[in-house]
């Protein structure tokens, strides 16, 4: 489904990723780790359309859609949740969640997909006129993660959803996450939370310094002496 070949990023005169490479097949979930600043979110980033790359190549279904405008990544069946969610929180969970379904392809259907995203989170169901500010932090990101899957995807990036929530919602928030790809959804994780990302990915990659240190099954990546080191502590 996704392939990213040879990827290199910048910010500024700054390289972000060296050469990047990687894959998401149909149905997977697939994690990536790594130490603060290894361009984790950079790559993420990339791939949904928002940060350009310089070289390299994302192609979904072997069709190259790294010269497209960031929208044009959505249609191709790309949705991300980003990094602090960013909802708009004066507006209510509704019209966040409705916000996800804008692109035309998405309207069709809009309604089922709802109902999907309330069985997922049943929270959302019964408080869809409240502002999205007045929620608590994993409240929000249940909107988040439901206003991407508003938009139809194939394949849902995630960028560290666990960040400053509670055990017990991230526990929540990766059940669901299972339960996106038992429904044929693709999942591409990025997730400071090394153990619980590896115990619901089929393969990760290891980031460091903006090059893929090392690659593999989940059980490949605990094994391995520099996921130990540098993201274990160990």
Do not use: W
């Not at 949740?81 to 996800?100: A, I, K, Q």
């Not at 017990?168 to 928030?173: L, M, P, R």
Request: charged share 25%; proline share 4%.
């Amino acid at each position: 489904m996704l392939e990213v070949e040879g990827l290199d990023a910048f910010y500024g005169d700054a390289t972000a990723l060296h050469g990047v490479s990687l894959r998401v097949g149909e149905a997977e979930i697939v994690s990536v780790v790594g130490p603060n600043g290894a361009g984790k979110s950079t790559l993420v980033n990339a791939i949904a359309g928002l940060h350009r790359s310089r070289r390299g190549r994302i192609a979904m279904d072997g069709t190259d859609i790294g010269g497209l405008p960031g929208h044009r990544f959505c249609d191709r069946g790309i949705a991300i949740v980003p990094e602090g969610r960013r909802l708009f929180p004066r507006m209510t969970v509704r019209e966040n969640l409705d916000l996800g379904a804008y692109r035309g392809a998405a309207r069709a259907g809009r309604d089922a997909r709802l109902a999907r995203v309330h069985d997922l989170f049943p929270r959302l169901a019964e408080r869809p006129g409240q502002l999205a500010g007045s929620l608590s932090g994993g409240e929000q990101q249940m909107v988040a993660i439901g206003r991407a899957l508003m938009a139809d995807p194939r394949l849902l990036l995630l960028d560290e959803p666990s960040l400053g929530l509670a055990p017990v919602v991230v526990d929540e928030v990766f059940e669901v996450v299972g339960a996106i790809r038992s429904a044929g959804v693709a999942v591409l994780l990025v997730e400071q939370n090394v153990e619980a990302a590896l115990e619901i990915s089929d393969r990760a990659y290891l980031l460091i310094e903006g090059r893929v240190a090392v690659e593999g099954t989940a059980d490949d990546l605990r094994a391995s002496a520099d996921v130990r080191r540098t993201v274990l502590g160990l």
